[in-house]
């Protein structure tokens, strides 16, 4: 089930490295994902987002890799910025009476050294 | 994109009293909205779901008559905190649906810091 309540990892890198940020989810019927960015004190922002009918799919600088396999996505971050640092969550999102159900993971703690 | 906004931003409170929280989504109607709770370095929790002209719907463990929600229009919800304890300091996030987008893309508010001493 989903780690909701644990304590956030966190992940550090060099400014300029590649990050990749993990999440399990815990629904096989979830057919939709988004990654989410939380910086201190706000509200989550929209990062990226893949169905379920899809293994793969990149916007500017960020890639998500979907694998239902073994219900892992993954969040790829290229040339790492101090900008970047931030919580980062999956959420996994269920279709409910036609409208998706969100469910958040337990979120990592990026942190990017300049 | 869609905004949404979260008022107040900060409230502190004494114990016993009520707090009202409210969110707006500002250029876009949502007949849905979420209402999350945040611990410190935890993840989002999600509460309720809020749906415009009828009853919210409470996650397993959420109390609705200590959480009032009310979404009255196709642009504001509001949570109440009833009788707030210590306990119930927390950040309190609200997220609206704009279901005329793909997918039922959803927008968060600023989150609202909830401190009650």
């Known amino acids: 089930g989903e780690s909701v309540g644990l304590h956030l990892p966190t992940l550090s890198v060099q400014e300029g490295d590649n990050s990749i940020i993990n999440c399990a989810y815990s629904?096989?019927?979830?057919?939709?994902f988004i990654w989410y960015k939380q910086e201190s004190g706000k509200g989550p922002q929209f990062i990226i987002d893949i169905r379920s009918n899809m293994d793969k799919r990149q916007g500017q600088r960020v890639t998500v890799l979907l694998n239902k396999t073994v219900k892992h996505l993954s969040l790829q971050i290229a040339a790492t910025q101090p900008g970047d640092s931030a919580v980062y969550f999956c959420a996994e999102n269920l279709s409910s009476g036609g409208s998706y159900i969100p469910t958040f993971g337990r979120g990592t703690s990026l942190i990017v050294h300049p | 994109g869609a905004v949404v906004s979260q008022h107040p931003s900060r409230v502190i409170c004494k114990s016993g009293t009520s707090v009202k929280i409210e969110c707006r989504s500002l250029?876009?109607?949502?007949?849905?909205m979420f209402w999350y709770r945040q611990f410190p370095k935890q993840s989002l929790m999600l509460m309720a779901t809020s749906n415009e002209g009828s009853k919210a719907t409470y996650e397993q463990g959420v109390e609705k008559d200590k959480f009032l929600i009310n979404h009255a229009s196709l642009t504001l919800s509001t949570l109440t905190v009833t009788s707030a304890h210590p306990e119930d300091s927390s950040f309190y996030i609200c997220s609206a649906r704009d279901t005329s987008g793909n997918y039922n893309e959803q927008f968060f508010g600023p989150g609202t810091r909830l401190t009650v001493l």
């Open positions: 629904n096989s019927a979830s057919d939709y």
């Open positions: 250029d876009f109607q949502a007949t849905t």
